[in-house]
């Protein structure tokens, strides 16, 4: 598509499988492009970028082809582009943008209420069009999102049952969450991590932009960061930790495109985590995955994860981690680090009727649906889990003083 007055807008499609980043987070690359643009003495005229947006599927390093789109919105332009011009003129802001991409994972940034507050609500295990309870829980979360003027949903992941979508076409897109989390306070973003489920179907199509055009709170990345000041996200893609998927996944197909060799992704991913884990002066460190990492339902444990993942969480002073795959809520706290494990997987089917104890210490469970709430300050935080009634079932609190931790807790 070339440049031109009547076509001020030209779209560099790099890969079909771009990822709409949020606006305002790479603002300040604008200048080096412009820069690039100046240096590069291109035979263009003064070009004015009156939009200027990044799209990416990953930045993990153990992906090996990054994908970008680049759009740019050009007002003037007072000379024609050559063809050879404009070929440099992508191959050079590509480079820049993997350089860009290849140094951190994707980070969004999302600003706290004006009193310096952030309260959210995660669920997880939940796209069952409506069955199981999975609206009347929906139908819970829009009043109590609204008690706490939520700020954003996150969601632990098998976002859609039983084997992901199909495609960007999928009509489960709509039928599992647009349809169903209709409120209005949850009418927020949704940073969402991918479950086992979800890799059983299209996770391209589930990291794809196209569904943001259908429902614009829908953030799905493999693993990123949301920053909100007082408090750092660290989104983990924890489906490919675990090992059986990859050796007996029976009768599932699991979509290890951009993924595999499995090595390779995870050491990079756990090398990226601990960087950006390090690297974090915010007073809450959140980590997210899918997968359970201490859990006393029906999957328990997830061995790769203990392995793995929880001595880089324990080495740089994580908070929770938080995640969904048994379908129940649960608080455990760890007994050799102030580590706390929350379960959220109570968006649908539930009552697996399983409890099998472990090592740490049970501070909470309830085999059933429902969902949670986290409120946080600077020095507080606050975890409310709700049944399917809506009901608060069990609160727990704790405040940070000089970086020490004086749980409080408050069963109901
Ligand atoms: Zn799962």
């Known amino acids: 598509m070339p440049f031109s007055k009547s076509n001020p807008r030209v779209k ?3 890969e079909p499988n771009d990822f709409n980043f949020p606006t305002g987070t790479l603002t300040g690359q604008m200048a080096e492009i412009r820069n690039f643009l100046n240096r590069s003495g291109l035979p263009v005229g003064p070009i004015w970028f009156s939009h200027l947006s990044f799209n990416l599927v990953s930045v993990n390093k153990s992906t090996p082809s990054l994908c970008f789109f680049l759009s740019l919105s050009v007002q003037t332009i007072t000379k024609q582009v050559s063809a050879m011009a404009k070929v440099l003129l992508s191959l050079s802001l590509l480079s820049l943008l993997v350089s860009i991409a290849l140094a951190d994972l994707a980070r969004i940034e999302h600003p706290l209420k004006n009193d310096g507050s952030l309260s959210i609500l995660v669920i997880g295990d939940w796209g069952r069009k409506g069955t199981y309870n999975q609206s009347l829980v929906a139908e819970q979360m829009g ?30 897109f709509e039928q599992s969450f647009s349809d169903i989390y209709t409120a209005e306070s949850l009418q927020k973003p949704w940073y969402t991590v991918l479950g086992n489920h979800d890799y059983r179907g299209d996770v391209i199509a ?3 932009p196209a569904l943001q055009k259908l429902d614009s709170r829908f953030i799905c990345m493999r693993s990123f960061i949301v920053n909100s000041e007082i408090v750092e996200f660290f989104l983990v893609d924890t489906t ?10 029976e009768d599932s197909h699991y979509d290890w495109r951009d993924v595999e060799p499995r090595n390779t992704y995870i050491s990079n991913l756990l090398q990226d985590l601990n960087n950006a884990l390090q690297a974090s002066s915010a007073n809450w460190k959140i980590v997210v995955g899918h997968h359970t990492m201490r859990s006393v339902s029906e999957h328990g444990d997830t061995a790769e994860l203990l392995q793995y ?17 048994d379908h129940c809520l649960e608080h455990i706290s760890s007994t050799d680090s102030p580590l706390q ?12 009727g399983t409890y099998i104890p472990n ?3 049970l501070q909470f469970f309830y085999d059933g649906q429902g969902f949670m709430s986290l409120k946080l300050t600077k020095s507080d935080a606050d975890i409310v889990f709700y049944d399917v ?16 931790h004086l749980p409080c807790n408050e069963a109901m």
Not at 240 to 249: E, G, L
Not at 341 to 352: N, P
Not at 389 to 404: P, T
């Open 12 to 14: 560099y499609t790099l």
């Open 143 to 172: 009043k109590v999102g609204k008690e706490l003027n939520i700020d954003f949903v996150i969601s632990t992941g098998d976002n859609f049952y039983e084997n992901g979508l199909t495609g960007v076409d999928d009509k489960a």
């Open 206 to 208: 589930q990291l794809s």
């Open 240 to 249: 490919p930790f675990v090992m059986k998927y990859w050796t007996t996944p």
């Open 309 to 325: 993942l929880l001595p880089v969480l324990k080495k740089n002073g994580v908070d929770f981690y938080v995640n969904g795959h």
């Open 341 to 352: 494990y929350f379960t959220s997987g109570g968006g649908s089917k539930a009552w697996r």
């Open 359 to 361: 090592s740490d210490k």
């Open 389 to 404: 009634a809506g009901r608060e079932l069990y609160k727990w609190s704790m405040a940070k003083i000089n970086q020490g």
